[in-house]
């Protein structure tokens, strides 16, 4: 199928383009770069060189993907913005690129960041998430599938999010955000499970009550965080969620957020 680029727009002759690509007037789309079929670039939309694009994507208005990192580490490498398939990325989203060339920022399939959104080098997000106006995510962090980001969220460097957890409006994460939680407030602090989202994707109420004793143990019991987790594997039957909840914890590094 033809492309449908117009005229006012700048695309560099090096660039790759699929099929059944759109490009309005004054997107501005470098050398170095690779956007896969069917996707729709808005006006003054830039595409900065290490971006790769995958198909079906819809890009709007005065976003930057790939963009240099904000990283005193960064020295100019040739470094790399890799996203997957039908994300739609609103209006003033930032992407910035790897810090160094044998890293990158990567993110999934069918995720929806909201105007505003800035995620920064480095960081890998998964699929299916939801970032609400004004959400920034610093650099190097792990954002897991399913995960529901609402409006002026702020994760800190290097920090996790856990599958199908939500962050509400104005937090601040500075550490670890386990699975299929709510984590709310500032400090923010754990707020129950998930369960309307959990149950919209079919986890049935004797997995939820696995789930919720799970995390009875680690947030109102009177041993560490690590030995909950123990815990857990000795008193919660066993199950691939709960599994999820045991790896993730084990795996912390910078620990886990509060209870309320």
């Avoid at 994300?87 to 060339?101: D, F, G, H, P, S």
């Avoid at 970032?131 to 980001?149: M, R």
């Amino acid at each position: 199928m033809m492309n449908n680029i117009s005229p006012q727009a700048y695309v560099d002759p090096k660039a790759k383009i699929g099929n059944n690509v759109t490009i309005y007037p004054f997107a501005y789309i470098e050398g170095d770069v690779e956007i896969g079929d069917d996707c729709v670039i808005y006006p003054y939309v830039s595409i900065m060189n290490g971006t790769r694009l995958g198909r079906g994507n819809k890009v709007y208005q005065n976003t930057v993907l790939g963009a240099e990192p904000q990283d005193f580490n960064y020295k100019g490498e040739i470094t790399a913005l890799e996203i997957g398939d039908e994300n739609i990325i609103r209006e003033n989203v930032v992407i910035n690129r790897a810090t160094y060339a044998t890293g990158k920022t990567h993110i999934g399939n069918r995720n929806f960041l909201m105007e505003g959104v800035h995620i920064s080098h480095d960081t890998d997000v998964h699929d299916y998430c939801v970032f609400g106006y004004g959400t920034k995510i610093a650099g190097d962090c792990e954002i897991h599938s399913g995960i529901i980001f609402s409006s002026g969220v702020i994760v800190n460097a290097q920090v996790r999010v856990g599958t199908a957890a939500m962050v509400t409006s104005g937090c601040r994460v500075s550490k670890d955000v386990p699975p299929f939680i709510v984590a709310t407030d500032n400090p923010v602090r754990y707020a129950g499970l998930n369960q309307e989202m959990l149950r919209s994707h079919g986890i049935s109420d004797k997995v939820l009550n696995h789930l919720a004793n799970a995390y009875r143990l680690v947030f109102h019991g009177q041993t560490s965080v690590f030995d909950a987790a123990f815990q857990i594997k000795e008193q919660v039957p066993d199950g691939s969620a709960v599994r999820n909840v045991v790896n993730f914890i084990q795996s912390t590094k910078l620990g886990i957020i509060g209870k309320l």
